[in-house]
């Protein structure tokens, strides 16, 4: 057969995301996130260690509004296929690749979930494991992780049809594109990837291609180093050490090549410096698997894995119900995930990247020698695709990358739109040409600023409507802060706080929700001023404007959220169990205020109604949070302690640990311990 694009529906048992949250969540005010150096970290791998990596989120808001009940949803799959290849897409669920199969043998090559389930786990929460992933601007799963994007036909290089993802990431301000080739006849997925940064600043940029494939005792990973980075789980932080593989302390001391060796949830990242060709490859007992491989821009790579804990074993089966498990192995742009990345301004960086099947010599791939397992699968690699081959592709597809797609098959947002109209006329670097957003893309949302651009009004509205979408681009900022001054309106001074606070600009910020609310008060802005106290560590404003919001609207169950977690944290336990009392049955029931319930309960020492929580299985838990596991244990010391009628002691504590282990349900651990 020739190769084929084709869409298909795909039905699965799958979770509805649900309405966004309305409410804006800022970046943290230290950009930089923390990350501890061993001694053995050398100094040219600090470089950018932690620099812009602080959680970021606007203008995006959070996806949280889900469960884990289940129905069957029909998507849009787009196939590309050839006679060795067939890769299954997803454009609706950020351009995932579910599934890709080796037809020959008709053998799956990825992780593929059974189901769409979405946790916890990404920078607007909704993340679903399985197929490959594409992240790009912020450190994390993507924005886009859950939300859909373009996806559009174009032409190989020999007349064949292929596909084209695309969208514009609003945070960074980047246009970023994958183009998909599957030639007659080829053994590889071809994808080149494209990020322009066509503006006047630079920017910080991410990139992580992350790939699931299937967990088993006797599956390896292997890439062309002799060096990692790798990650101490502390539980507290970030530790970064360096080390010679196989062995790692972050395994025991044990073959890290092998993921059941971890413990505990585990990661490192290969340093491939000097290679030119960069790969990684899992491959099974056969020395069979996957491997991909890139042009050397997209350099480093990871292993990420679960471990053996009940933790880990949980959020395998909490991801994927009736999957298989799975390890990630990963490709990046800079050292690690928490190493930094500048991009400058008016850049266009480019590069390719290969996925297919690999069979190697089984006794070498398993060699206890650690360079005779990669140097051999390098040896092979390069006998069907080398350094110089995959660079000529890369230039061809990257000449082919500014050609307009013909035909969309899936639309995105309409922010890419709407951002092509605020260009118009201006002195700006051009976008280039194969970044089509069709004018029919812009939405509700887009349109109230296309009014702020025609007209220099940002359109009022209700206060008991949804705020919407947020913006934060400066561009945007510079026009909200001269439209204000035309004419009195709480909605544009509500969404000019925004971007100032975002800014770092935090008495403007204040101010702009001041006027807000003197204009007409709504609890959205007195909520944003919640979240400006809680920044200045003061509970006592905090929760006096949170009354105030919480007084104007009742109905808004993220708010309920907000106002619980802050009580509980000033310690205001009975307000809280008042608060939660009132709350509307369909309010009640939801996970967070479940597991906040949990939490007042326990301070009140209302150990039955904890049991009770504990009972549960929560959809939103973060990875790695602990509170459901504190909970439990510290209702069985205070019940051990009555019991006792005296002090426990740490080792006391150490043993009932032990004796009363938690349920798996509740166990989200990233550590054993």
């Known amino acids: 057969m020739m190769t084929t694009l084709q869409l298909e529906p795909l039905t699965l048992p799958g979770v509805r995301l649900g309405d966004e949250n309305p409410l804006p969540q800022f970046r943290d005010r230290n950009t930089d996130r923390r990350v501890v150096a061993h001694e053995s970290l050398p100094e040219e791998k600090r470089y950018l260690l932690g620099w812009e990596t602080g959680f970021r989120v606007l203008p995006y808001r959070m996806q949280d509004n889900y469960t884990r009940q289940r129905v069957h949803i029909t998507y849009q799959s787009i196939v590309l296929e050839n006679e060795i290849l067939k890769a299954t897409f997803l454009p609706e669920l950020g351009g995932r690749l579910i599934s890709l199969v080796h037809k020959p043998l008709d053998r799956e090559l990825l992780n593929r979930n059974p189901v769409f389930q979405p946790a916890n786990l990404a920078i607007r929460n909704a993340w679903f494991s399985g197929g490959i992933e594409w992240n790009i601007g912020q450190v994390g799963h993507t924005f886009s992780t859950c939300s859909p994007l373009f996806a559009a036909a174009i032409t190989g290089a020999h007349g064949e049809p292929a596909l084209r993802l695309y969208e514009f990431e609003r945070c960074k301000k980047l246009f970023w594109q994958i183009d998909f080739y599957l030639p007659p006849d080829s053994l590889w997925l071809i994808a080149?990837?494209?990020?322009?940064?066509?503006?006047?600043?630079?920017?910080?940029?991410?990139?992580?291609?992350?790939i699931a494939v299937d967990e088993a005792r006797d599956v390896r990973v292997l890439a062309p180093a002799n060096k990692v980075i790798y990650s101490e789980m502390t539980g507290k932080g970030f530790d970064f050490g360096f080390a010679d593989l196989p062995n790692l302390p972050n395994?025991?001391?044990?073959?890290?090549?092998?993921?059941?060796?971890?413990?505990?949830?585990?990661?490192?990242f290969f340093q491939p410096d000097g290679v030119d060709l960069p790969w990684e490859a899992a491959l099974d007992k056969n020395g069979a698997g996957l491997i991909e491989a890139s042009t050397p821009l997209l350099r480093y790579r990871k292993l990420f894995c679960w471990g053996k804990h009940q933790g880990g074993r949980h959020w395998q089966e909490f991801l994927s119900p009736g999957g298989k498990p799975y390890i990630e192995i990963q490709s990046g742009l800079a050292p690690t995930q928490l190493h930094g990345l500048n991009m400058p301004a008016r850049a266009d960086w480019h590069w390719t990247q290969i996925f297919g099947f690999f069979q190697g010599d089984v006794e070498r791939i398993h060699s206890s020698a650690w360079e005779t397992a990669w140097r051999?699968?390098?040896?092979?690699?390069?006998?069907?695709?080398?350094?110089?081959?995959?660079?000529?592709?890369?230039?061809?597809?990257?000449?082919?990358?500014?050609?307009?797609?013909?035909?969309?098959?899936?639309?995105?947002?309409?922010?890419?739109a709407l951002e092509l109209e605020r260009r118009v006329g201006r002195d700006e670097p051009k976008v280039p040409s194969s970044f089509v957003f069709v004018k029919d893309s812009l939405g509700v949302e887009q349109k109230k600023w296309l009014t702020?651009?025609?007209?220099?009004?940002?359109?009022?509205?209700?206060?008991?409507?949804?705020?919407?979408?947020?913006?934060?681009?400066?561009?945007?900022?510079?026009?909200?802060?001269?439209?204000?001054?035309?004419?009195?309106?709480?909605?544009a001074w509500l969404h000019?706080?925004?971007?100032?606070?975002?800014?770092?600009?935090?008495?403007?910020?204040?101010?702009?929700?001041?006027?807000?609310?003197?204009?007409?008060?709504?609890?959205?802005?007195?909520?944003?001023?919640?979240a400006l106290a809680r920044m200045e560590n003061d509970d006592v404003e905090a929760l006096a404007c949170l009354r105030r919001a919480w007084d104007l609207n009742h109905r808004v169950l993220e708010l309920a959220q907000e106002y619980l977690q802050i009580l509980n944290h000033a310690k205001h336990f009975d307000e809280a169990r008042a608060v939660y009392d009132s709350l509307p049955e369909h309010f009640k029931i939801n996970d967070r205020i479940q597991i906040l319930r949990g939490r007042i309960a326990l301070e009140l020492d209302d150990l039955g109604t904890v049991e009770q929580v504990m009972q549960c299985e929560y959809a939103v838990v973060r990875e790695g949070d602990t509170e459901l596991t504190d909970i439990w244990f510290?209702?069985?010391?205070?019940?051990?302690?009555?019991?006792?009628?005296?002090?426990?002691?740490e080792d006391d504590k150490a043993e009932i640990r032990k004796l009363y282990p938690p349920a798996a349900r509740i166990d989200f651990r990233s550590i054993a311990k």
């Open 452 to 491: 702020l651009l025609s007209d220099g009004i940002l359109p009022e509205q209700s206060t008991s409507e949804i705020p919407g979408d947020w913006m934060v681009q400066c561009e945007w900022r510079e026009m909200l802060e001269t439209s204000v001054s035309a004419a009195p309106n709480w909605y």
């Open 251 to 268: 395994f025991d001391n044990k073959d890290a090549s092998y993921s059941l060796h971890a413990g505990s949830t585990n990661e490192f």
């Open 634 to 649: 510290e209702m069985w010391y205070r019940r051990m302690a009555s019991a006792s009628q005296r002090e426990l002691t």
């Open 192 to 210: 080149h990837t494209r990020v322009a940064n066509p503006n006047n600043h630079d920017a910080s940029m991410y990139w992580w291609t992350n």
């Open 376 to 416: 051999s699968v390098d040896a092979d690699l390069k006998s069907r695709m080398d350094a110089q081959g995959l660079s000529q592709l890369n230039a061809m597809y990257e000449e082919r990358s500014n050609i307009p797609s013909e035909k969309i098959l899936y639309q995105g947002s309409g922010w890419g």
């Open 496 to 530: 000019l706080g925004v971007m100032r606070l975002e800014n770092f600009d935090a008495e403007g910020a204040k101010a702009a929700w001041k006027t807000s609310v003197e204009i007409n008060p709504s609890a959205w802005a007195w909520r944003n001023l919640v």
